[in-house]
């Protein structure tokens, strides 16, 4: 339980913790899950327990602590978004009380829990000095996390998030947690935390090229859908592991989204097909939680429709599965050729 709520989840959306800590109950009982989880993992392989387990596990067992021990009003949202304004305060001490008011007051409230203070600090200081039409991007290594972060600030519009994973995957990086989010000027903030082939955060000598290559593809010198079909070949020795696809729709997940899960066979490129019918579809998507077991992926996608609306109607939710099993097969296919 504990595994899945933290790999597979927003552990920011309050309504993962406080359905976790309903399960739970106890903090008794929370230590001792804890204590199983980590063992679980870690006695599956060598190599299976990593820092970024090691992070989501943490963080969901604080949150969950908390709410166990101050009780569940401790997860409102407005209370979070508060004191994440207050510690962003803090840490722009230097900027004017203007300055800080215009970025405190261009974000909506799910922007405020689901980014940790540092993301914060970044946004704000790439939104403050970012010209018109202009696309910025922070990479930074987070060691806490075995990955590197990227951080994206550029006008906002349609398929810009399909846009980012192709942009990512064209450079190899393997996306392994994502965030999106918008301001109320019209800018989208997106984060992504990224490992390169080996599992590991980017070599800081590698920035660079991987900065390059990521801004020539989002400005369209590169067109991804034809420069990504000679990189997502699947090897050889890949090729005879197989894994049935299961897609699933969860409306209680989260008070504001529908939670679309799909397992299937991870290869490079995946994420991207999928993000790119979701964008040709009109789903909006928030977020996106990435787990990988080995030759298995779960991509986890928080999302709406066009109006801002869950996916409800089960009608549309058999369309949308429709759509991503076939990009899912067109995949594969085109990567076996």
Sequence with gaps: LMSDMAQKRDIADP???????????????????????????????PSTWNNWKAVLIRALY???????EDGMEALNRENRGAEAKKILREALSE???KDLQVETARHYSSYWQGLHVTAHVVFAKLLRDISENEIVIDLHPDDDRDATRACFVMHDHPGIFARMT?????????????RSYTTKDGFVTDAFWIQDSDGNPYDVARLP?????????LAGEIVTRIAIRDRDRIKK??????????????????????IIEVD?????????????????????IANAVIATYGE??????????????????????????????????????????
């Design 15 to 45: 309504r993962t913790v406080r359905d976790f800590a309903k399960a739970v109950q106890t903090i008794k009982r929370l230590d001792l899950l804890c204590v199983l989880t980590v063992c679980d993992i870690r006695g599956v392989g």
């Design 62 to 68: 604080r949150q969950t602590w908390r709410a166990l």
């Design 95 to 97: 900027w004017s009380r």
């Design 166 to 178: 192709g942009a990512l995957a064209l450079v190899g990086a393997n996306v392994v947690d994502a």
């Design 209 to 217: 090229r991987l900065r390059t290559m990521i801004e020539r593809t």
């Design 237 to 258: 020795r890949e090729k005879a592991f197989q894994v049935p696809t299961h897609i699933t729709f969860d409306n209680d997940g989260s008070d504001i989204y529908t």
């Design 264 to 284: 299937t066979r991870d290869r490079p490129g995946l994420l991207h097909d999928l993000t790119s019918m979701l964008a040709a579809s009109n789903v909006y």
């Design 296 to 337: 298995q992926v779960v991509d986890t996608f928080y999302v709406k429709d066009m109006f801002g609306l869950k996916y409800y109607s089960t009608s549309k939710q058999r369309t949308l599965e429709k759509r991503l099993r076939k990009a899912i097969t067109d995949g594969v296919e085109r990567a076996a050729q």
